[in-house]
Every structure is written in C-alpha cells, then in structure tokens.
T-cell receptor, first 116, second 113 residues
Framework: QQQVKQSPQSLIVQKGGISIINCAYENTAFDYFPWYQQFPGKGPALLIA?????SEKKEGRFTISFNKSAKQFSLHIMDSQPGDSATYFCAARTVDRGSTLGRLYFGRGTQLTVWP | DTAVSQTPKYLVTQMGNDKSIKCEQN?????MYWYKQDSKKFLKIMFSYNNKELIINETVPNRFSPKSPDKAHLNLHINSLELGDSAVYFCASSQDRGIDEQYFGPGTRLTVT
C-alpha cells in the first residue's frame, strides 16, 4: 500500500516560474517529512525537511508547506531554474516502537523539467 | 570524499546467475539500508541493518540476502537472478538508528537479460 501519495507525476515549468509538488499521507505516526532530490544517474539527496509542529519551512528558493489537519504537505520551488530539473521525492518517517528504528516511506516521485 | 559508495555502478548479467553488490560508508553511521528503485522510479526499502544487526526485512524474495561484515559495510547478494530483478539498487546510511537524515549512494543499475 502506498503510504505517501505524491502528485503530479511530471511537471513542466518555465524558467522563473513556481514549481509545486504535493504529497498526502494517512498515518498519523509520521513525525518527519523530508524531500529528496535526485538527478539522473545519482542517488537521492536530502533537499529540505519539516516536522509536523511547524506549518512552513523555507530554505532559499525551496519552501515546504505543511497542513497537519489535512495530512498534506507540499514543496514550492520559487524562481525555478533549469538546474532544478530532477526527480523530487516526498517522504515520511515513522519510528518503529519495537526496534526504535526510523523508517522512510517515499512518494512515487515527480519528474520536474524547467525550460530555459 | 565519497560518503556512501557502491560497486559496481553497472551490472549486466543473465538470468539464473548469482551476483553481489557492495556498499561502504565512511560517515561513521550506525544504520545502513538497501533500497530498490524500479523502472518507474519508485523507491522501496528492502533491508535495514543497525550495528550489523538486521532490523528491517521487507517482503523480498529469499534470493536476496544482505550481509553486514561491519558497521561500515553492507553487501547485497542475489541468487538465481530473474528478469524482474532489473532495477537500480541504492545503499543508504544514517546516524542514530535512522532518526537522522539518510545519505544515499550513487546506485547500482542491475540489468538481467
């Protein structure tokens, strides 16, 4: 079962525009919501992350908006650049009570293309 | 300085063969993972080790066997390879039993013909 639902599957944005990727979850045990960025031929890398006690986190051109009651969070990329073209994954983490091990569940990814 | 490294980068083999992928991290992390990324880029965890102990073992075929000789290494051995095993396999590591950020390796693209 898909624990984290991500949309859209692909996104094309013009340079300078705003890219918005949305994710939704059901499991209220999730306590940490990272976004990973993956370039072709590379492994995913942490871009920005948020905890559910805040509604927004901004780092440069990247902002996470978090709506706890709606169980939704989104990534906004302001002033999108061709270099931002990559696959973006949202994720959510639980901590297993038995093992106390953190475990990430990933969305299916969004392929972002920014046209110059 | 490579944080999480994997070898080989590419692996092409025939059905029925046995192959291994190696992973090493030099970050001093205590937790390591194997993920599988399918052709649609879906990332799914396969295994997780903490201090050489298997913690997460997802419903993967018994043909997949991870081995952690020490905290810094986690290898993946696959027996009797099948066409459906073709994917990109990522190793990752994190500190503090996975509470912290996960660092991914560059991936191993496995193609079974």
């Amino acid at each position: 079962q898909q624990q984290v639902k991500q949309s859209p599957q692909s996104l094309i944005v013009q340079k300078g525009g705003i890219s918005i990727i949305n994710c939704a979850y059901e499991n209220t045990a999730f306590d940490y919501f990272p976004w990973y960025q993956q370039f072709p031929g590379k492994g995913p890398a942490l871009l920005i992350a948020i905890r559910p006690d805040v509604s927004e986190k901004k780092e440069g051109r990247f902002t996470i908006s978090f709506n706890k009651s709606a169980k939704q969070f989104s990534l906004h990329i302001m002033d999108s650049q061709p270099g931002d073209s990559a696959t973006y994954f949202c994720a959510a983490r639980t901590v297993d009570r038995g093992s106390t091990l953190g475990r990430l569940y990933f969305g299916r990814g969004t392929q972002l293309t920014v046209w110059p | 300085d490579t944080a999480v490294s994997q070898t080989p980068k590419y692996l092409v083999t025939q059905m029925g063969n046995d192959k291994s992928i190696k992973c090493e991290q030099n970050l001093g992390h205590d937790t390591m993972y194997w993920y599988k990324q399918d052709s649609k880029k879906f990332l799914k965890i396969m295994f997780s080790y903490n201090n050489k102990e298997l913690i997460i073992n997802e419903t993967v075929p018994n043909r997949f066997s991870p081995k952690s000789p020490d905290k810094a290494h986690l290898n993946l051995h696959i027996n009797s390879l099948e066409l459906g095993d073709s994917a990109v396999y990522f190793c990752a590591s994190s500190q503090d039993r996975g509470i912290d950020e996960q660092y991914f390796g560059p991936g191993t693209r496995l193609t079974v013909t």
